[in-house]
């Protein structure tokens, strides 16, 4: 990843502060898009200042079509997207709100298309790119409670996959990586500590992304990566 520049998009959620370390490590310059501000600030503490110059914050709104033109033109190059941005609402189908449920298809799948979007234009300009999405266990296996997340995760699995496809004979590539519950600090808050072993760690997945964001992943393209750890 040595001077790739790599649009991070959720990258100060609790899965992205794993991932910008490992990146940052493998020598990524790294563009990480944020809405609360109080969130950055803590981030680039915990980073040298050689890091630092390689770490920028950009404030935007990535449901907002014109920011997110607005965000990946003012990247000189983009090399790699590594799209974290997405979250989970619950509740049974029969009592889940309309509201709600386009709240998660938004997040989760909007989201996705519209960076996916303006990405790919630079990459096809480019004839490189790499694609790595965030989908969920949920996806693969849906679960009670869990229809509407299910479902948007699911449309980013379609999306990831028709972007391959769409892709084929570019040195474009686009990938989809699955987490079961991942070991972050707001799962540790929501569900206690007790099964936190069997959780993934953000830096396991973080070297996954990692490889599929570089060169070196170039023959892997359209992969739905299921990562359970050990539940
Ligand atoms: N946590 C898990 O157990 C788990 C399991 C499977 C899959 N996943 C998936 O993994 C990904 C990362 O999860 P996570 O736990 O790190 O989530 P998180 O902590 O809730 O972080 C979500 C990130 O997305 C950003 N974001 C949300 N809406 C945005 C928007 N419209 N524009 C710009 N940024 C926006 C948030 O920024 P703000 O805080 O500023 O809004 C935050 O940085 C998600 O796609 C999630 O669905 C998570």
Redesign the pocket.
């Known amino acids: 990843m040595q001077a790739k520049q790599v649009l991070l ?8 502060q794993g991932v910008i370390p490992v990146l940052l490590a493998q020598g990524a310059e790294l563009t990480v ?4 501000v109080a ?1 950055v600030e803590p981030l680039k503490k915990q980073r040298s200042p050689a890091e630092l110059a390689r770490l920028h914050f950009v404030e ?4 907002d079509e014109a920011a997110v033109a607005e965000l990946v033109e003012a990247m000189p190059r983009v090399d790699a997207l590594i799209h ?5 609402s619950m509740g049974k189908t029969h009592t889940y709100d309309y509201s709600d449920w386009k709240k998660a298809f938004n ?2 799948l909007d ?1 996705t298309f519209l960076v996916c979007k303006q990405v790919l234009q630079r990459m096809l300009a480019q004839n490189y790119g790499r694609i790595v999405t ?4 949920g996806a693969a296996q849906p679960a009670a409670q869990l229809a509407a997340y299910s479902a948007a ?1 699911a449309g980013v699995v379609a999306l990831t996959q028709a972007i391959a496809q769409e892709t084929q004979g570019t040195g474009i590539t686009a990938n989809v990586v699955l ?4 070991d ?1 600090s ?2 540790r808050e929501a569900m206690g500590t007790d099964q936190a072993d069997q959780w993934v760690k953000p830096t396991s997945l973080a070297h996954l992304i990692g490889f599929l964001a570089s060169e070196a992943a170039g023959d892997i393209r359209g992969a739905a990566i299921p990562v359970y750890g050990d539940a």
């Open positions: 998009t959720g990258g100060t959620g609790g899965l992205g898009p944020y809405r609360r969130k935007a709104d990535l449901s974290l941005v997405g979250g989970f997040l989760n989201t965030i989908g969920s266990r995760k987490p079961s519950v991942i972050t707001a799962n």
